[in-house]
């Protein structure tokens, strides 16, 4: 069983930054993908950014250029950058494909 356990998020003014931090733990097999996701209420959940076992790495258009993914042994990063209302969302990582599993997430709020 994989835990997830996402942290860093937080109320924050449009064009601020914030860095998500994910500590992935438990039995399993590292997956070839890690990702970040992320729900904003009333949506579905959208990927975001994902980065292989390699360091390549794919993000969403609505983030590119402003969010960088990277991760180091277990945990999973996401710089967020150049914020916007539209990011605010409950964000959450997982393999790509995800788990049944889920982490509680940790709340973005872009707000002036």
């Known amino acids: 069983q994989v835990q997830l356990v996402e942290s860093g998020g937080g109320l924050v003014q449009p064009g601020g930054s914030l860095r998500l931090s994910c500590v992935v733990s438990?039995?399993?097999?590292?997956?070839?993908?890690m990702a970040w996701y992320r729900q904003a209420p009333g949506s579905q959940r959208e990927l975001v950014a994902r980065?292989?076992?390699?360091?390549n790495t794919n993000y969403a258009d609505s983030v590119k250029g402003r969010f960088i993914i990277s991760r180091d042994k277990n945990t999973v990063y996401l710089q967020m950058n150049s914020l916007k209302f539209e990011d605010t969302a409950v964000y959450h990582c997982?393999?790509?494909?995800?788990?049944?599993?889920w982490g509680q997430g940790t709340q973005v709020t872009v707000s002036s």
């Open positions: 997982n393999r790509d494909p995800a788990w049944g599993s």
């Open positions: 438990g039995s399993f097999s590292w997956p070839n993908y």
């Open positions: 980065i292989n076992f390699s360091g």
